[in-house]
Each structure stands twice: as structure tokens, then as C-alpha cells.
């Protein structure tokens, strides 16, 4: 039996700046690297505040719950993994007091198509 890889991300930015977060590693789960976040949220600038925010496919809630710490207004967290989703909703809970997020386990393309929200972040 294979013992599986432990992975880990960081916040780089926001109020939970260089919180760590671990997570099994496997062959469907990628995380965004921190040069892609830095990248996109030096784009979006420092106040997310009046922003909504979706993050499909969410895998380990890297890109969602690095706007949470830049201070979206709200994030919804769609991922088809249980597993992922369920670790996501751990993390936050522990970081977290707010109700700020939405969380929905399904394929993200179909969930799109039923879908009508207000966002500013996808």
C-alpha cells in the first residue's frame, strides 16, 4: 500500500499571512503556487473588501481562502471532491468566526449552468 505524500500551502498575504495548510498530495490535486497568487492578487490590489468571490475547482481552497484573508466580502468554494471540500471547510472554520463562505460539492462546469450569483472575482 502507498503512503501518501503530504503537501502543504501558505497564506502569502492578508490577516493569515504565512498560515500553513496541509493537505494529502495526490495525482488530482494541484495547488496554485504562490507565485500564480502573488501574481493574480498584486492584479486585483490589496482591498477585496466589496468583492464575491467563486473559486472552482477548488482542490485545497488556496485561491479562496487567500482573498478571505485580503478581506472578500464572501467566498463560494465549489469543488467535486467531498474530501477536499469537507478539508476546505475545516481550515476556514478554524481561521474563522465569520459566515463569509459558501460551500458546494459538484462538478463546478455543471454548477455554473444552475447557478446565478453576483460576483466580482471568479
Not at 16 to 33: A, V
Not at 79 to 95: G, R, S
Request: glycine share 8%; aromatic share 10%.
Amino acid at each position: 500500500m502507498k503512503k501518501e505524500k503530504k503537501g502543504e500551502i501558505r497564506i502569502i498575504g492578508g490577516k493569515w499571512k504565512g498560515k500553513k495548510i496541509y493537505f494529502n498530495l495526490n495525482h488530482d490535486l494541484r495547488p496554485t503556487p504562490d507565485r500564480a497568487k502573488e501574481t493574480l492578487f498584486n492584479w486585483l490590489g490589496q482591498d477585496l473588501s466589496q468583492m464575491s468571490c467563486l473559486d472552482l475547482f477548488s482542490g485545497t481552497g488556496a485561491l479562496g481562502l487567500e482573498a478571505l484573508s485580503r478581506g472578500a466580502k464572501k467566498v463560494t468554494f465549489v469543488e467535486k471532491n467531498k474530501d477536499y471540500l469537507q478539508k476546505i471547510k475545516i481550515v476556514y472554520l478554524e481561521m474563522s468566526e465569520k459566515e463569509d463562505c459558501d460551500f458546494f460539492c459538484a462538478e463546478c462546469l455543471e454548477w455554473v449552468k444552475k447557478i446565478v450569483l453576483k460576483l466580482n472575482m471568479i
